[in-house]
């Protein structure tokens, strides 16, 4: 129940707001112990007091990937979601510069793309340090303007990845938003004014006139005016052309990395074909020398049996000779005697 969005919250994205975190980091946040002690029971008025006690901002850290309080609170936000001009007023707060962020976080995830450059370009004047809490653990020191630097420009911010976001020139083609003017702007044309006046204090009255309505003096400072509306302009073509750069590398370099799995997945393929041929051809091999060596042992068998059967045979030859010669005899004298006769060629005696 802790744990559900408001039901009175809208979806954001035609989704529900909280799934704009991914499930790890939000299964992360929920059994963390400032989620479960500190953001429990918290409403739009309550937060702010958790907002202010912040003391630096990130994702999630360490071995186990623990959630920073910066972003329980992000998502605290999206699960009630506080009104617009309550995340206005945060980023309006200039005393307190965490707050300032949260609220700037919480505008790009869910804003519109001309809220998120109404709002948050502003903040680009922003340069009081902020620590920001590295995924080792370990903190480091960055600018707010950095931050909303990285909010505009990156795919990922804390841990989570921030929504599309259409390019500025586009929404200033469409009529959307106006050319953005830099705050250093003004401080240009009055040094350019200071400049004309200290020329024209040194020439005469006819000068002076004639340097204030001159039409090329005024041609050439709104030429200049146009030339830095330009280069901010320029500027965010060339944030935009970066981006581009880096998605299209980062694509190119995953489509390498899945050419790469293929190859290495071929070539284990083509190991364990090679592999497993040799072994059927080993087993082939020792099947011949099986049946190679059954068929010795049948013919040395076959071999063994004729030999067997001709002994007898030779035994009864042996034998009937013996009787025929008569040395086989009962009597033993008549038995030698025909051993005598048998020597010397002579019939036996009976």
């Known amino acids: 129940m802790a744990n559900r969005t408001d039901p009175l919250a809208k979806n954001i994205r035609g989704t529900n707001p909280q799934n704009l975190v991914e499930k790890i980091v939000r299964t992360k946040i929920y059994n963390h112990t400032f989620w479960k002690e500190q953001c429990f029971g918290l409403t739009a008025e309550t937060l702010v007091d958790k907002a202010m006690e912040l003391d630096h901002v990130g994702g999630t850290f360490g071995g186990n990937r623990k959630p920073t309080p910066f972003l329980c609170l992000i998502l605290k936000m999206l699960q009630i ?58 903190f480091s020191l960055t600018h707010v303007d950095e931050v909303i630097e990285e909010l505009l420009t990156k795919d990922y911010s804390c841990d989570i990845a921030m929504p599309r976001l259409k390019k500025r020139w ?57 030339r830095r509306r330009d280069s901010h302009r320029h500027r965010d073509r060339d944030y935009d052309r970066d981006y581009d750069m880096d998605r299209d590398y980062d694509r190119d370099y995953e489509r390498e990395r899945g050419r790469g799995r293929d ?40 071999r063994h049996e004729s030999d067997d059967r001709e002994e007898p045979k030779k035994k009864k030859e042996k034998k009937e000779k013996m009787k025929e010669d008569g040395t086989d005899h009962p009597d033993p004298e008549i038995a030698e005697a025909n051993r005598l006769r048998a020597s010397l060629g002579l019939k036996p005696l009976k």
């Open 81 to 138: 979601q506080p009104e617009k001009e309550i995340v206005v007023e945060f980023i309006k707060n200039d005393d307190y510069k965490y707050v300032r962020i949260l609220g700037a976080f919480y505008l790009r995830l869910t804003g519109s793309d001309v809220d998120v450059y109404r709002y948050l370009e502003p903040l680009y004047n922003d340069y009081r340090k902020v620590r920001q809490k590295l995924s080792d653990g370990r």
């Open 170 to 226: 586009t929404l200033e083609q469409n009529g959307l938003l106006e050319p953005r003017k830099s705050v250093l702007e003004d401080d240009f044309e009055e040094e350019e004014e200071k400049e004309e006046n200290e020329g024209m204090a040194d020439g005469s009255e006819d000068e002076k006139d004639h340097h204030r309505r001159s039409p090329e003096r005024e041609r050439d400072r709104d030429r200049d005016r146009d």
């Open 263 to 302: 190859r290495d997945r071929e070539r284990d393929r083509d190991h364990y074909r090679d592999r497993d041929r040799e072994r059927e051809r080993g087993r082939d091999r020792e099947r011949e020398r099986a049946r190679r060596r059954s068929r010795s042992r049948g013919r040395d068998r076959k």
